[in-house]
């Protein structure tokens, strides 16, 4: 392998690790609340239909990208009303989402477009890939110059927003006022309560941020990765995030690695196929499953333990 | 004292909650330009007006109630399962394989055996989750997730490598051999010159379905076993001063959910299909949550609520063949159904407590 | 100071919860710079006064005012506002934080931690030195021992500025010298001019620290007085509502054969702590074996091994056989079939499945029993008969074995446990704290019945952290600290102040007790060290 294909496959990895990304630091703000967060996929789902939509019909890409936030917001509301205010179950909910946003967007597709549940193709209407300064400037310099050209610079402005946010998280998480509540509410919530925090308001803050990130990654799924919405295009990318959350054990940095690694097996899975090791092959739907196989076994202990934040899941009642 | 007399809270609330998302989907259809009234009509012509369209009907209620028995099972026992998916894709591997690689001389040995082989893939794709869950904590409703994506790409490389025929294009296994093939609803309850449910799936595997909500029945509320599982199921640290060994009850219950999962392949591989497709679940597997959960987790409720999806499924195919209403329609009320039962009960619940504690205190 | 207004006044509280009136009309004032306790039985509704005051919950009806002020306190910040702070019965502590990121929560100064946190570690530096509440400010709170958990509690609010602090059943948690700490802390903050709140059910901790007392009882208030113009027998008969028998009515016990023999057992926990470190002893038929000590020094693990629940290491006999300690042989199906019944110390989590029917829950632990089974199935019908005759024979009520455990009181939610057990006729029978949450009138008729079953010549393992019960039932008594008994009395020749040493971690013969060895001793025991004495 030389390393234009290396580049070209990290390149690969870095514009399908980005919306995983997305997804699963939303699911970090949204679990160390204390909201488990099963309804990534249906947030970015409904996000990638609706940013594609709108932009299409405005020629707007920025309302376009208006639309898929907030369409996502909506289903986090819904998700906050049901886990929340009305402390219903966190994973039935997510659950519901998920297939609320699998069933509308095919029927408004069909209804908006009549293409069969997807948008026509945005043409020119997305996400163009930026050019780093000195980008063409730095091409011919050995190992470097393609380094920065194909890798670092080239992808869309959200990549760059999504690669942000893991400091910006961290620093949020670590060294805000806003961050100490959040860990803490979602550790013991009546801790909160009692020094005077509204619970439910830090709690809906979360989910809101949640569903700007998945906002983010479904806009880019649809107006930058792709040209326009096609039915189910999330693919379980919300379900791989989640994955690659616990991977991460609910932390910034590692939330970094962790979906670039995912989005790693996912670029060479679509780039090579069946890969043959010297006679034996290992066939794409291994690869495929590979993401799931290794949370699985995270999740059995056998790499350092998993452990998720403690009030996790539990809608919160003051105790009698 | 209870706060709602126990008919409210078994009939009222999912019957307000069905009403909620009915008004929702109708809304639905609504905004897409079609007439609600004349899709519901649509609807119960085609799904309950004929015997056809009943023969549909009652073969998606009979996946239905497997995985809806299958979600509640592991529910009495305060787990999660929503590998359902899975777990019945499996089901029908188990069932191909029975059907494909023994020659059965009738289709009764061959039901006996494919059943066997369902019950037991499927129980073997819950038990590896409920033995994580059991010995190690991890999260059943994660590890189930992660085992319906796992278990699709296990059938994905089967069917396109190993079941394939040779020369075949399309990823699906040889078709049965006509010795497996089960006894329709058509050729049981046809006469000479009086055709029933024509050209339908329906099959006497839901029978078998009918077999399962008594034997269900029986397990949770009248067998020791059940005792057990729902005594884990409402505490643990209960279970373990009475002796009940918590990891014992989680693999037992999951390897009954996984197997009744299964079971769901015997009557779409093998009754309908005669042949293992790809994606032979269909979905099923996560109506099993919505049907569990509007059942309330009885048998009984189980097969009504399966009955009224394998309604909103064949009315669905209907609508989607003669409106502009696409199949999708049923997602969205599939998810009404979970979000209005599962997650917003408390949105129900609460206004009618309020209510019936008012009317309490009138009275006294 | 007298004529000032005072810092606290309640007029006409009334809360409800569903059906249940937890707080009927209920006024108090409290003078500042004064400890004002509050005492009351379990579920007496002193806790939901407090967490009114603090604006936990929403009062129904009445008005608070706070230094001759009416104040709305609709919330925690409101109630933080006013100047008021509190520790409750289970901290309210994040496990995973530090001491000094707990004490800035919602306390912090501007957006950003950085300043907050370098404040707050002079503020807790000061606040350490001034009242002995000297805590490491880096330490994760799940290291810190309960003593120095509650002090953070305390350092919560003081940081905050509280004026009013409330404390609920402060020292539950803690061994007598602890509690002493604790005690010479409220003076002190007394003395600074504070206002505090002593919520109890101890009627020593009343008389020794405060200076007026309020009495509750069923959801009411029905007197309050200066402390140093009553006394405890007037007290306890203000809270029960009659002359109360504090001491049990039975004959001297006789002893018989040994029938549980216990040596050298060891617990580990899940965590890797060793809970118990080498105990030993025996049980005789016919006769209670008391164990006391402060919540959570091994007690419930020596009673959950008994009764098939944790794994340990040792030797166990009973009745001569060897029993065993790990795996399946080891469960409690193991155990019941060997003749040990067991009343858990949580009904509520343990002895009864709270959403299961009276019925249900009579043969739970016992619901494989041939006598239940009718072919493959359970026999629905003879549980049910069996129910309705326990519930008549133990007066629970109301005796309607269709209703679910959760809608019975905690008193006869305890008898349909006791029932269940005390008539399989057990040779062996673990009580663990049989009397908490229990109204008086069933306290004495659980006491009477297990002393009963002790004179059919039963063996009786008791474990209870109130020593009143445990100096009128038990026959000895073992003392354990940290894992180990510190020694054997009996009631006859021992008192609550040498148990309350033995409590701590000493030993000492009587009258030479030495208390800055204690304080040193329970010090070291907090970081973790092995104590010098004992």
């Known amino acids: 392998m030389d390393l234009n294909t290396i580049l070209q496959v990290l390149d690969s990895t870095v514009r399908l690790g980005t919306p995983l990304l997305l997804m699963c630091l939303a699911g970090l703000f949204s679990e160390r609340a204390g909201i488990v967060d099963i309804g990534l996929e249906g947030k970015a789902l409904v996000a990638a239909f609706f940013s594609a939509a709108i932009a299409y019909s405005t020629g707007s890409l920025m309302l376009g990208l208006l639309a898929g936030i907030l369409s996502s917001l909506v289903l986090s509301l819904i998700h906050g009303v049901a886990s929340i205010t009305f402390r219903g179950n966190q994973l039935i909910s997510g659950v519901a989402l998920n297939f609320l946003a699998s069933g509308l967007t095919v029927l408004i597709a069909q209804d908006w477009f009549g293409q069969g549940g997807r948008t026509p193709s945005l043409g020119d209407v997305r996400f163009h890939e930026l050019t780093l300064p000195f980008a063409e400037a730095l091409r011919p310099v050995p190992v470097i110059g393609p380094i920065y050209y194909d890798l670092i610079s080239g992808h869309s402005i959200l990549v760059y927003v999504a690669f942000l946010c893991v400091p910006v998280t961290w620093w949020v998480l670590y060294r805000t006022r806003f961050g100490l509540r959040l860990r803490a509410v979602g550790e013991n919530p009546a801790a909160v309560d009692t020094a005077g925090i509204s619970v439910v308001r830090l709690r809906f803050s979360a989910i809101i941020i949640a569903g700007v990130l998945c906002g983010l990654a479904g ?61 034996f092959i290992i066939p794409v739907q291994f690869m495929n499953a590979l993401p799931y196989i290794l949370t699985i076994v995270i999740l059995a202990g056998f790499v350092g333990a998993a452990n998720p934040p403690r009030a996790g899941g539990d809608p919160y009642v003051k105790e009698r | 004292m209870d706060r709602m007399p126990a008919w409210a809270d078994v009939v009222l609330i999912p019957l307000i909650s069905l009403i909620l998302a009915a008004i929702l989907s109708a809304l639905a259809i609504l905004a897409i330009g079609e007439s609600p009234a004349e899709a519901f009509y649509l609807m119960v012509d085609g799904a309950l007006m004929r015997s056809s369209g009943w023969g549909y009907t009652l073969y998606y209620a009979t996946n239905f109630i497997f995985t809806g028995l299958a979600v509640s099972v592991a529910f009495h026992a305060k787990l999660f399962n929503i590998g359902g998916e899975g777990q019945a894709a499996l089901g029908g591997l188990g069932v191909a394989l029975a059907c494909l690689y023994i020659p059965w001389p009738h289709w009764s040995l061959a039901l006996l055996g494919s059943a066997v082989g369902a019950a037991a893939f499927g129980a073997l794709w819950a038990l590896i989750p409920a033995y994580l869950q059991a010995k190690r904590g991890s999260h059943i409703v994660i590890t189930t997730i992660m085992f319906n994506f796992i278990a699709a790409a296990l059938l994905n490389y089967l069917l396109v490598n190993v079941l394939r025929p040779v020369g075949a294009m399309e990823p699906a296994s040889a078709s049965f051999a006509a010795a497996t093939h089960l006894p329709t609803f058509q050729s049981m309850f046809s006469s000479e010159g009086n055709t029933l449910f024509r050209g339908s799936p ?65 009557n779409a591989t093998q009754g309908a ?15 099993g949550i919505a049907v569990a959960l509007m059942g309330r987790n009885h048998p009984f409720g189980v097969l009504l609520a399966s009955l009224l999806f394998g309604f909103l499924y064949q009315g669905g195919a209907e609508l989607a063949m003669w409106t502009s209403i696409p199949r999708e329609l049923i997602i969205v009320i599939q998810a009404l159904v979970i979000l209005f039962t599962g997650a917003l009960d408390n949105m129900v619940r609460w206004p009618l407590e309020a209510l019936f504690a008012r009317l309490r205190k009138k009275e006294a | 100071m007298t004529d000032s207004a005072p810092a606290i006044e309640l007029k006409g509280i009334s809360k409800a919860f569903g059906p249940v009136q937890a707080n009927k009309d209920i006024s108090i004032r409290v003078m500042p710079g004064t400890i004002h306790g509050i005492i009351g039985e379990n579920g007496a509704g002193k806790s939901t006064l407090m967490s009114i005051l603090y604006g936990f919950y929403k009062a129904d009806a009445g008005e608070i005012w706070i230094n001759g002020k009416k104040t709305a306190i609709t919330d925690s910040q409101s109630a933080i506002a006013a100047g008021i702070g509190m520790v409750f019965q289970h901290f309210k502590l994040v496990e995973n934080f530090s001491v ?146 504090l001491r049990v009515d039975k004959v001297p016990a006789t002893p018989g054969e040994t029938v549980l023999s216990v040596k050298d057992l060891r617990v580990i926990d899940d965590k890797g702590v060793e809970r118990v470190k080498g105990i030993s002893f025996d049980i005789r038929a016919g006769e209670i074996l008391g164990i006391a000590g402060v919540a959570g020094n091994g007690q419930s693990e020596v009673m959950n091994v008994l009764g098939g629940i944790m794994d340990a290491t040792g030797t166990i006999t009973m009745n001569g056989k060897p029993v065993p300690l790990s795996g399946k042989a080891a469960d409690g199906q193991s155990r019941r079939a060997i003749g040990i019944a067991h009343v858990p110390e949580d009904r509520q989590r343990e002895g009864l499945i709270m959403e299961f029917t009276a019925w249900e829950n009579t043969v739970f632990g016992y619901h494989l029993d041939p006598q239940w ?100 039932l038990s026959d000895r008594i073992a003392v354990m600290f940290d894992g180990k008994v510190m020694g054997f009395r009996e009631p006859a020749t021992t008192d609550e102040r040498e148990l309350g040493l033995m409590m701590a971690g000493i030993s000492g013969e009587p009258g030479t007790e030495d208390w800055k060895a204690v304080d040193e001793n329970l010090t070291a025991l907090e970081h973790g060290e092995t104590p010098t004495h004992g």
């Open chain 2, 202 to 266: 329906a099959n006497i595997t839901f029978f078998i379905a009918l077999i399962a909500c008594v034997f269900v029945w029986l397990l949770i509320w009248r067998s020791k076993l059940g005792y057990e599982i729902r005594s884990q199921g409402y505490s643990e640290s209960g279970a373990k001063y009475a002796g009940i060994s918590p990891s014992r009850i989680i693999i037992i219950a999951m390897l009954i959910s996984g197997a009744l999962s299964g079971m769901m392949g015997v």
């Open chain 1, 219 to 279: 806009s880019y799924l649809a107006t930058a990765l792709q040209a326009g919405f096609v039915k189910e295009m999330t693919a379980g990318r919300g379900y791989i995030a989640l994955a690659a959350l616990i991977f991460a054990k609910w932390r910034p940095w590692y939330a970094l690695s962790a979906t670039m690694l995912f989005g790693l097996l996912q670029a060479v899975a679509l780039r090579y196929q069946n890969i043959d090791l010297g006679g």
């Open chain 3, 100 to 245: 000094v990121e707990n004490v800035i929560l919602g306390a912090e100064d501007g957006a950003f931690l950085r300043p907050s946190i370098a404040k707050a570690r002079k503020s807790l530096k000061k606040l350490a030195d001034e009242y002995e509440l000297s805590v490491d400010p880096d330490a994760l709170i799940e290291h810190l021992s309960v003593g120095h958990q509650q002090r953070v509690e305390i350092l919560k609010a003081l940081y905050r500025e509280a004026d009013i602090l409330i404390l609920d059943e402060p020292t539950g948690v803690l061994t007598p010298a602890e509690a002493d700490h604790l005690f010479r802390i409220l003076d002190n903050l007394r003395k600074e001019g504070k206002t505090i709140i002593l919520i109890t059910h101890k009627l020593r901790e009343i008389m020794e620290i405060t200076d007026t007392v309020s009495v509750m009882r069923r959801s009411e208030m029905t007197a309050t007085v200066k402390t140093s113009e009553t006394s405890p027998e007037h007290l306890a008969e203000l809270m029960v509502g009659r002359k109360v028998l």
């Open chain 2, 273 to 287: 299909a005669g042949r293992l497709i790809l994606n032979s679940a269909e979905g099923a597997g996560f109506i």
């Open chain 3, 373 to 472: 089974q009718s072919g493959p199935l359970m026999n629905n019908a003879a549980i049910q008969k069996e129910a309705a005759g326990k519930m008549q024979r133990f007066d629970v009520r109301p005796p309607d074995p269709n209703l679910k455990a959760k809608n019975f009181s905690g008193g006869n939610q305890q008898k349909v446990v006791l029932a269940r057990e005390i008539e399989r006729n057990p040779d062996l029978l673990l009580v663990g704290q049989p009397t908490r949450g229990v109204d008086i009138g069933a306290i004495e008729f659980i006491h009477q019945e297990i002393v009963r079953l002790r004179d059919q010549g039963k063996a009786i393992l008791l474990v209870s952290v109130e020593l009143d019960e445990i100096m009128s």
